[in-house]
């Protein structure tokens, strides 16, 4: 039984646009590969064969696990969420308290999450330090380094 995965828009389109890629594109290869496999010869010493059919496996089981996760995905939506308090998909800017430096965040479903493009996961210890907090709260958040201190500065969509 699955459970629901929360998403943005962009986020479910991801998904459904790599399961896209895995049909139309990986699961023909793998067929081409098992066809020029067999047509080699003796299927019961043929390790390309066996290697396709495994990597044939490996790729319907994860086409069946994300057709799940896009069937009882739900999406966000944004516009009925407050603006007063974090909350999943608010961007936050902060303050660190220790080095005085000011960060933006945006919080984001786990599955969305990338440090690179400062997403936070909703589920990271600094989102749920930050989440159900106000404009102008300072908080102390412990993470894997220790605990730090910041002040919320803004918070918006």
Not at 76 to 100: G, P
Request: no cysteine; aromatic share 4%; hydrophobic share 40%.
């Amino acid at each position: 039984m699955s459970t629901s995965k929360y998403f943005t828009e962009e986020g479910l389109k991801k998904v459904k646009d790599e399961l896209h890629h895995l049909i139309t594109v990986e699961r023909p290869n793998i067929s081409r590969q098992i066809a020029e496999a067999r047509d080699k010869g003796d299927l019961s010493e043929n390790s390309e064969y066996d290697a396709a059919k495994e990597a044939q496996g490996l790729l319907e089981i994860k086409i069946a696990s994300m057709q799940d996760v896009i069937r009882n995905a739900k999406i966000i939506d944004e516009s009925k969420l407050d603006d007063s308090k974090v909350l999943i998909l608010s961007k936050v800017k902060v303050l660190n308290m220790a080095n005085n430096k000011a960060m933006e965040y945006t919080i984001v479903p786990e599955n969305e999450a990338n440090l690179k493009e400062y997403k936070l996961s909703v589920a990271s210890p600094i989102a749920k330090g930050l989440l159900g907090k106000t404009k102008g709260e300072t908080v102390k958040i412990q993470v894997p380094a220790g605990i730090i201190t910041l002040k919320i500065l803004e918070i918006g969509r």
